[in-house]
């Protein structure tokens, strides 16, 4: 990849999530799938694929990320088990997955990647989970 | 679950993985399929299922792990993306996937779990792989 000093969301994750705020770090998303509660954190990194792209701080700074937006989404919506990933064989851009997964969604017990097509949110119910969220996660 | 001081390694893990060492806080383990180079960090800490279980410290040092274990496995494998993830679905025990993929692998694009049955490692190749794995980890 050529050097870049300006980070900017992949086009595919920009279609295909809602962008709910910004953490010292990381952009936080929620995908656009009523299937499940899914988030995403996508560190604010140019050029970064994979974890151990990032520099020791930074990966501290994710895992700090990760916890605190993982215990948002649990608290939200009293999840089952939660599934933390950072997958990136579609799209290279580093983002993590945080699924909130209960034991009578769709896909359970398989992971959620590739088992339903995405289901369109309500608008009214998607805007009350995100109010939920940044208040949990303590955005803005 | 109840209270419990001792940690022992869940008894389907120790049946689908060979154990490779200790690192500060998890196990290290090579999943004993052949389809990919597949590798798991398991925290010995009793009773923990979500990374949101882990304390701080115990947080930060499960990245530096996945970070060094990580490294090991791209600079052995020269794989073209490394897919990381704590799902837990079927093991409660919380569990870490470092998966090698290869674009050329059997599931790729697709995330590993559930797409092919395990095939059986030559002995001869998982002795090198692990010999090589041990020494990037710098497992004793």
């Not at 086009?11 to 936080?28: E, F, H, W």
Request: net charge neutral; proline share 7%.
């Amino acid at each position: 990849m050529p050097p870049s000093s300006t980070w900017t969301l992949h086009a595919q994750l920009q279609k295909d999530t809602i962008d709910i705020g910004d953490l010292p770090l990381s952009r936080v998303l929620v995908i656009k799938d009523a299937n499940y509660p899914w988030l995403m954190l996508v560190p604010r990194r140019a050029d970064t694929v994979e974890i151990i792209d990032l520099d020791e701080v930074e990966q501290g700074q994710l895992m700090t990320e990760i916890n605190r937006v993982s215990r948002a989404l649990k608290e939200v919506t009293k999840c089952d088990k939660l599934n933390v990933a950072a997958l990136g064989n579609m799209v290279p851009q580093l983002h993590i997955h945080i699924v909130a997964r209960r034991k009578t969604d769709a896909a359970w017990p398989r992971p959620v990647w590739g088992v339903m097509p995405p289901l369109a949110h309500d608008a009214a119910e998607v805007q009350t989970f995100i109010s939920e969220l940044r208040r949990k996660i303590w955005l803005g």
